[in-house]
């Protein structure tokens, strides 16, 4: 879809012929009747870029999609194998989507670097109990 | 999207533009762009009714043409209406520069 749109509307064709052709496509992508026909031309051009970023969203969700596909294939991917040793486990699906915005990152490291704090707080803890028994 | 405005010494102003409605109107009338130049009169004509259909559905033809005999017609404003309706018509097809202007047309 697309090409329809760039085709001249004189060729070979009246300007309404052409127009009739071009308006269900604008309004499969949203646009209204009344917007195509009475409103400024340029409208249209707004639902065209729309259209244009709402596929590119659509293909970059069906790219994560099968990223995530892939992960947790990989991740079973041991015990598909006929020769594997026994007791090979599977990798466990991850716990949480993957971050995918710089701020969903900081977000993650934010938590990650809280969470070994409280580990190194716990050991901490641990050493100084672990001294007091043995004095 | 451009757009002339006309405005006469009684103040009243009308602008000018084009959609695809009345460019449909006007291809119905038998109006043909490349014609400006074989039939100027009649295409000139019609090519201003279908300035005002957008904005003033409500004006018949003869309202229209009544108004268009109070505005001179010189080459340049014709160029501008022209090209006004040029940009309407090939608004999808990506052969348009960005050419909008904001004609302003007074009548001395």
Known sequence: ?135 | MGKIVIKNEAGKSYELAFNRSAIVRMEKAGFKAENIEKEPLSTVVLLMRGAFYKNYPQLADEEIDAICDEIEMDEAFIKAVMELYAEAVLSLNGQNKNTSKNFKWEKN
């Open chain 1, 1 to 135: 879809m697309g090409e329809e749109l760039n085709a001249s509307p004189h060729e070979g064709k009246t300007i309404e012929q052409a127009f009739n052709e071009i308006c269900p496509y604008l309004i499969a992508m949203g646009c209204s009747y009344d917007d195509f026909w009475y409103n400024d031309t340029d409208i249209a051009k707004q639902y065209l870029k729309a259209h244009e970023i709402k596929r590119r969203q659509e293909n970059e969700r069906l790219w994560l999609q099968g990223y995530y596909f892939y992960v947790a294939l990989c991740d079973v991917a041991p015990v598909l194998n006929a020769f594997a040793k026994k007791g090979t486990k599977v990798q466990p699906y991850p716990n949480e989507p993957f971050a995918l915005t710089m701020e969903e990152i900081a977000e993650r490291r934010e938590q990650e670097e809280q969470e070994r704090q409280n580990r190194l707080q716990n050991l901490k803890e641990k050493l100084k109990e672990m001294s007091k028994k043995g004095e």
